[in-house]
C-alpha cells in the first residue's frame, strides 16, 4: 500500500500534460449514411425475441472527421490498463451512469481486494428510481423522473441502500437477453403524472406503486442472500466484502461560472437532486488529476458529450482540427460549448487505460452503450472506445475518482 501511495506522488509530480501535438493535423471531413447498427439490429431484434427488426431509421447523412492517414489506436492490447469485467450492454434503457460506474467499482474492489465481482448493475437503477420518486413527491412534481442519472448517483445508492453480485440480482426478465426499460418507465411516467394531477402527495403509497412497478419488470432486489457460503445484507456485503467506503469518491469538474478550489452544483438535468459537491478545478488541474490517476492504477468514471462529428469513427474518438485546433482548446473554449447548450450531458463510461502516441495521451474507455459494438464482435474494439486527450479537454465535463488522487489538492478547496 505505501509503495502504491509512493507511486501515486511520483505520478503527481512528474506526470507533463502534451497541451499540443507537435506538428498540428489538417484535418479533412465526409458524409456518410446511417446504416441500423447494433442497437437495431441486435439489441431490438434481441428483445423481441427473434420477431421481425424493427423499422430501420430514414437513411439521414453525417458530417464526420476523416480518420484515413491517421495513426489511431486499433485494439485495448495497445493500451496500458487494468483488470475490469468485459464490456456489458445496457440494453434498450438510459442507464449508462449506473453501467458505467458499477463496472469502476468492480475494477475498485479488485484493485483494493484482488477480487473479481461482478456486481448488480440494476440494483442501482431500482434504488435510485426509489430515490426519485421520493423526490418527485417532496418537489410536488417539479424534481426530474426519467433514466438518467450521474456515477454519484451510484455513490449515493451504494452510500444508502449497498450493493450486490450480479449473480444474486440482475433485473432481467425471465429469457430476456437485454434490458428493455420503456414500458417500465411509460408506466411510472403514467402513475406519477396522476399523482401530480391529483394532488396525491402521500409518499408511502407513491413509493409502494412505484416499487410495484419496478418488481413486475425488473425483479426485487433480495434483502439478503449468500454470496461464497457467507451470509450477507446488501450494505454488509458492500462494507465486508467488497471493502468500499462511499466517502472514498469524489467528482471532479472544471468550470469556470463558479470559482476555481470551490465545491459546487453541475447544473444538468440528470443531476436531478443538485448534488453540489463537484469539486472544480482549473482545466489543466483537471487533465493533470486524470492522467495522474490512471498511471498511478486508479481508474475513473467519466462523463460528458458524445455528439460529436469526430466521435466514435471506427470507436476512436477524437477533436477535428476544423472545429477548433488542438492549441486552442482552453478553459474558455470549454466553458462555452457548455454555456451554448453544444457540449451536454449525454454519457457515462468507464476510463481504464493509457498510452502515448505519436506525442499525444490517449485513453482506453469501457462502453456500455450500443454506438461501441457497431464494430462487430469479432472486432477487438467491441465494447471500447479510443479517446484522444483533445476530446477529454474539450467534451469530458466530470470524472469520479477515488479521493486520494486529489489528496495534494484537498487543502485548497474552501
Not at 475490469?84 to 469502476?104: A, D, H, I, L, R
Amino acid at each position: 500500500m505505501l509503495k502504491k501511495i509512493s507511486l501515486l506522488l511520483v505520478g503527481f509530480c512528474s506526470v507533463q500534460l502534451v497541451l499540443a501535438q507537435p506538428t498540428p493535423r489538417t484535418d479533412k471531413a465526409n458524409f456518410i449514411n446511417s446504416k441500423p447498427g447494433y442497437y437495431q439490429n441486435t439489441i431490438m431484434r434481441g428483445i423481441q425475441e427473434q420477431a421481425e427488426a424493427t423499422t430501420p431509421p430514414k437513411t439521414q447523412r453525417y458530417m464526420k472527421m476523416d480518420i484515413s492517414g491517421i495513426n489511431v489506436p486499433q485494439s485495448p492490447s495497445e493500451f496500458t490498463g487494468y483488470w475490469k469485467n468485459e464490456p456489458v450492454s445496457q440494453g434498450n434503457t438510459g442507464t449508462c451512469w449506473s453501467f458505467s460506474t458499477t463496472s469502476y467499482f468492480e475494477t475498485e474492489v479488485y484493485r483494493i481486494t484482488k477480487q473479481q465481482i461482478k456486481l448488480s448493475e440494476l440494483f442501482n437503477v431500482y434504488w435510485e428510481y426509489v430515490d426519485k420518486a421520493k423526490g418527485f413527491v417532496s418537489s410536488r412534481g417539479t424534481s426530474l423522473f426519467e433514466e438518467g442519472s450521474e456515477a454519484n448517483g451510484v455513490v449515493r445508492v451504494m452510500r444508502n441502500y449497498g450493493c450486490m453480485p450480479m449473480d444474486v440480482y440482475d433485473g432481467l426478465q425471465i429469457g430476456a437477453k437485454f434490458h428493455d426499460h420503456s414500458k417500465m418507465i411509460e408506466e411510472m411516467h403514467t402513475y406519477l403524472n396522476s399523482v401530480k394531477a391529483s394532488a396525491n402527495w402521500n409518499e408511502e403509497t407513491v413509493i409502494k406503486t412505484i416499487q410495484a412497478i419496478l418488481d413486475h419488470y425488473i425483479g426485487t432486489p433480495p434483502t439478503q442472500f449468500s454470496y461464497k457460503g457467507k451470509n450477507y445484507t446488501p450494505k454488509s456485503f458492500q462494507a465486508e466484502c467488497c471493502k468500499l467506503n462511499p466517502d472514498d469518491y469524489v467528482d471532479v469538474i472544471s468550470l469556470m461560472e463558479q470559482p476555481y478550489w470551490t465545491r459546487m452544483e453541475y447544473k444538468v438535468p440528470d443531476n436531478w437532486w443538485h448534488d453540489a459537491n463537484y469539486y472544480n478545478v482549473p482545466l489543466d488541474t483537471f487533465m493533470l488529476l486524470l492522467i495522474s490517476a490512471i498511471k498511478s492504477g486508479y481508474t475513473l468514471t467519466i462523463g460528458g458529450d458524445v455528439s460529436e462529428p469526430g466521435f466514435n469513427i471506427n470507436n476512436v474518438c477524437m477533436i477535428p482540427s476544423w472545429d477548433i485546433p488542438s492549441n486552442a482548446i482552453n478553459q474558455e473554449a470549454r466553458q462555452f460549448r457548455f454555456y451554448n447548450k453544444t457540449t451536454t450531458d449525454d454519457h457515462g463510461m468507464h476510463l481504464i487505460g493509457y498510452e502515448e502516441k505519436n506525442g499525444s495521451n490517449w485513453y482506453l474507455v469501457k462502453d456500455s452503450g450500443a454506438g461501441s459494438r457497431n464494430v462487430g464482435k469479432e472486432s477487438a474494439s467491441f465494447g471500447f472506445y479510443y479517446f484522444h486527450e483533445d476530446y477529454i479537454r474539450l467534451k469530458i465535463m466530470d470524472f469520479l475518482v477515488h479521493k486520494d488522487v486529489l489528496k495534494a489538492y484537498l487543502p485548497k478547496f474552501k
